[in-house]
C-alpha cells in the first residue's frame, strides 16, 4: 500500500532564516504530488505541483520554491522566511494517469511559525 | 480562474440533527468533485463524485453531484460529536490539479 511521509512536524523559524519541507511517498511510482499551504484553518490553497522529476508547476507568486530531486520525492524550500509564511503546509500524492478522477492524499502536515 | 465556493463557512448543531453542506464551483475541464473531512492534521478522503446524480454512501455520510448546476452537497444525518471538522470540497481539473473551497466548520454539540 501507498504512505506518504511528511517532515518535520513543526517548525519555529526566525524571519529571514531558510525553510526546508521534505516528502516521500512509497508504494507507488511516478506520482503526482503537491505542496498545499492552509492558513487559520481554512481552505488549501495549492503552492505547486509536479507531474514528474524536475517538473515543477508553480501556482502562486511567493519565496517559495519547490524540488522534485526524485520521483518520490518533493521538498519545500525558502532561502528567507517572511511572518506571512507562518501556516500549515500538506504535501500530497495522487496517481500519475486515471481515466476519471483522482484522489488525492496527503501527508500529516507540518506547522510552520515564523517569529 | 478555478472557484471554489462552500457554504456555510461554519455550522453549530446538536447531536441527531441533520445538516447539509454546499460546494459550487466554476471551473475549466472538471474531472471530480471531492469531499474530505480535516479534524486535527491532514483531510481525510470521503467521496469522490464524477456523474451526475449518483448518491455516493458512507454510513451516515451522504453526498451527490449536479454536473448541470455546478454544485455538490454533502450530508450527515443523525450526527455526533466525532463528526466536528473541517469538511472541505475540491474539484479536480485536467492535469490532476485540485482547488479546494474555503471548508465548512462543523461544530456538533452534545
Known amino acids: 500500500s501507498q504512505t506518504i511521509h511528511q517532515w518535520p512536524a513543526t517548525l519555529v523559524q526566525p524571519v529571514g532564516s531558510p525553510l526546508s519541507l521534505e516528502c516521500t511517498v512509497e508504494g507507488t511510482s511516478n506520482p503526482n504530488l503537491y505542496w498545499y499551504r492552509q492558513a487559520a484553518g481554512r481552505g488549501l490553497q495549492l503552492l505547486f505541483y509536479s507531474v514528474g522529476i524536475g517538473q515543477i508547476s508553480s501556482e502562486v507568486p511567493q519565496n517559495l520554491s519547490a524540488s522534485r530531486p526524485q520521483d518520490r520525492q518533493f521538498i519545500l524550500s525558502s532561502k528567507k522566511l517572511l511572518l506571512s509564511d507562518s501556516g500549515f503546509y500538506l504535501c500530497?500524492?495522487?496517481?500519475?494517469?486515471?481515466?476519471?478522477?483522482?484522489?488525492?492524499?496527503f501527508g500529516e502536515g507540518s506547522w510552520l511559525t515564523v517569529v | 480562474e478555478d472557484k471554489v465556493v462552500q457554504s456555510p463557512l461554519s455550522l453549530v448543531v446538536h447531536e441527531g440533527d441533520t445538516v447539509t453542506l454546499n460546494c459550487s464551483y466554476e471551473?475549466?475541464?472538471?474531472?471530480?468533485l471531492l469531499w474530505y473531512k480535516q479534524e486535527k492534521k491532514a483531510p481525510t478522503f470521503l467521496f469522490m463524485l464524477t456523474s451526475s446524480g449518483i448518491e455516493k454512501k458512507s454510513g451516515r455520510l451522504s453526498s451527490i453531484l449536479d454536473k448541470k448546476e455546478l454544485f455538490s452537497i454533502l450530508n450527515i444525518t443523525a450526527t455526533q460529536t466525532g463528526d466536528s471538522a473541517i469538511y472541505l470540497c475540491a474539484v479536480e481539473t485536467s492535469g490532476s490539479r485540485l482547488t479546494f473551497g474555503e471548508g465548512t466548520q462543523l461544530t456538533v454539540n452534545p
Open positions: 471551473v475549466t475541464n472538471f474531472r471530480s
Open positions: 500530497a500524492w495522487s496517481l500519475a494517469k486515471s481515466s476519471s478522477g483522482n484522489t488525492i492524499y
